[in-house]
């Protein structure tokens, strides 16, 4: 590597789940335009880390690699974000990389959401349908209300609100930003308003709109800008308005 640009990076590994963590770092040729990812397949290419002993591939998940399934979120430099999109011209050397601290460590970086997605079911993200034959067109919605659906759209259960809100740890069981967000989506939907019952319901349990503290990190960690303290605040209101209008009805 002698005279060419070199990127350097601090990795947390962990070889798996009951075993300890340990830093280990890498040296690899820079090329223009590159991103975390390209950083990590090159390392894949020839697992060797500065000290020049070969070593084990760094683990790591992705998918999409534009920034749309949220699968290589991580810890770049303290902050989750998508590795596919973190170029390394914009990034302080060296450039520390460790998993999201919120959820199950499986390898080095890639961790288990499952809980992201139990936590959907649990606000029955989603809309029936009764079959798989065709029921025709759907109901339409107002411009004006599907411009901003499509914002809460944006999500892809990527992590980084999790990994920002103080409220989701160990001592807590809030499902967190995102799974509200979504029932608030699915709430709005035509179609999906019809098991609103059902979304607020859960949100009023264990877990749910109570546990937030309205610290407001997650709309400012959330990749696609979706906005999540505005879908906190709505369903806020509407928790309130459903057991108000459960208790007078008992």
């Excluded at 040296?27 to 500065?50: D, G, H, R, W």
């Amino acid at each position: 590597m002698s005279g060419q640009k070199i990127v350097r990076l601090k990795v947390r590994r962990q070889n798996a789940p009951d075993q300890p963590a340990f830093w280990e770092e890498f040296a690899v040729v820079y090329s223009p335009k590159m991103n975390i990812i390209s950083c990590l397949m090159e390392i894949q290419k020839n697992p060797v880390n500065a000290q020049g002993k070969a070593t084990n591939p760094v683990v790591w998940e992705c998918n999409c690699l534009e920034e749309v399934c949220g699968a290589c979120t991580m810890n770049i430099n303290g902050q989750a974000r998508q590795a596919c999109s973190a170029l390394v011209d914009h990034l302080e050397q060296p450039i520390v990389l460790e998993p999201l601290r919120k959820f199950p460590i499986l390898r080095d970086l890639m961790v288990d959401r499952t809980m992201m997605f139990e936590n959907l079911k649990r606000v029955h993200a989603w809309i029936d349908i009764d079959g798989t034959y065709d029921l025709g067109p759907g109901p339409r919605m107002a411009e004006v209300d599907r411009l901003w659906a499509y914002e809460l759209s944006k999500c892809m259960t990527c992590g980084c609100c999790m990994e920002s809100c103080p409220q989701v740890n160990s001592r807590s069981r809030f499902i967190g930003p995102a799974a509200v967000s979504q029932a608030r989506l699915f709430n709005t939907h035509p179609s999906g308003a019809m098991h609103k019952h059902i979304r607020l319901s859960a949100l009023m349990g264990d877990g749910g709109i109570t546990d937030c503290g309205n610290a407001q990190n997650c709309v400012r960690a959330c990749p696609k800008e979706v906005p999540l303290t505005t879908s906190l605040a709505d369903i806020n209101r509407e928790v309130n308005k459903f057991a108000l209008k459960r208790w007078l009805n008992s």
